[in-house]
């Protein structure tokens, strides 16, 4: 199933891109999604945390994707 994922702040940085379309398995849930995202992308694992919104909302790690759904991968942010 296709899945667009969207990376702000550092996160598009480290990828070096803002938006990536993947194909992934059936079922998938934002908990093995992470694991993909570093297998795709290694240099995400320089972040120690960082939240997962899908479809603009905040997402849990055993939700399930669907396909076209869109994931945002959203960084630690700091400010004053």
């Known amino acids: 199933m296709?899945?667009?994922?969207l990376f702000f702040?550092?996160?598009?940085?480290?990828?070096?891109?803002s938006q990536l379309d993947f194909d992934v398995k059936n079922n998938?849930?934002?908990k093995d999604f992470k694991q993909f995202l570093i297998?795709?992308?290694?240099s995400l694992e320089n972040i120690k945390s960082?939240?997962?919104a899908v479809?603009?909302?905040y997402a849990e790690?055993?939700?399930l994707l669907k396909e076209n759904d869109i994931v945002a991968i959203i960084p630690p942010v700091s400010g004053g």
């Not at 296709?2 to 994922?5: L, S, V």
Request: aromatic fraction near 4%.
């Open 50 to 52: 960082y939240a997962i």
């Open 39 to 42: 297998e795709k992308h290694p």
């Open 55 to 57: 479809n603009e909302e």
């Open 9 to 17: 702040g550092i996160t598009s940085d480290l990828v070096e891109e």
């Open 61 to 63: 790690e055993d939700l």
């Open 28 to 30: 998938l849930s934002i």
């Open 2 to 5: 296709k899945i667009k994922t």
